[in-house]
């Protein structure tokens, strides 16, 4: 089976998109850092939120729901290196939203 891999905050906030990072960043919380699934396709990853260094809650990505199923999705070979939320946040706001009308300097 394939591994994914995410480079960055940019990585994942492009990949997955607008709809599942709203979530995601809504679960997770500011001061915590997020741990994304290896395993699947990438497109609904499973994530782990961690708060000062603890595992906290895991969740379903498709549903954005506290994960209820098998831990092996959790154990710590099968999720990334932890993202920051405030990494994440950034990329996030950086991707989707880009000020509207920005007509530059009115100096």
Not at 17 to 40: H, I, P, Q, Y
Not at 57 to 76: L, Q, V
Not at 81 to 100: H, I, M, N, S
Request: aromatic share 12%; glycine share 10%; charged share 30%.
């Amino acid at each position: 089976m394939m591994r994914l891999e995410w480079k960055d905050a940019f990585d994942v906030v492009a990949r997955v998109g607008e709809k599942f990072m709203k979530k995601l960043l809504e679960n997770a919380g500011r001061g915590s850092k997020v741990r994304l699934g290896l395993t699947g396709s990438g497109q609904y990853p499973n994530y782990q939120v961690e708060v000062d260094g603890q595992p906290h809650a895991p969740y379903n990505g498709r549903s954005h729901k506290e994960w209820t199923g098998d831990e092996e999705a959790f154990k710590p070979e099968n999720l990334s290196d932890p993202f920051p939320f405030d990494d994440l946040y950034r990329a996030f706001v950086q991707q989707f939203r880009k000020p509207k009308g920005d007509r530059g300097s009115q100096d």
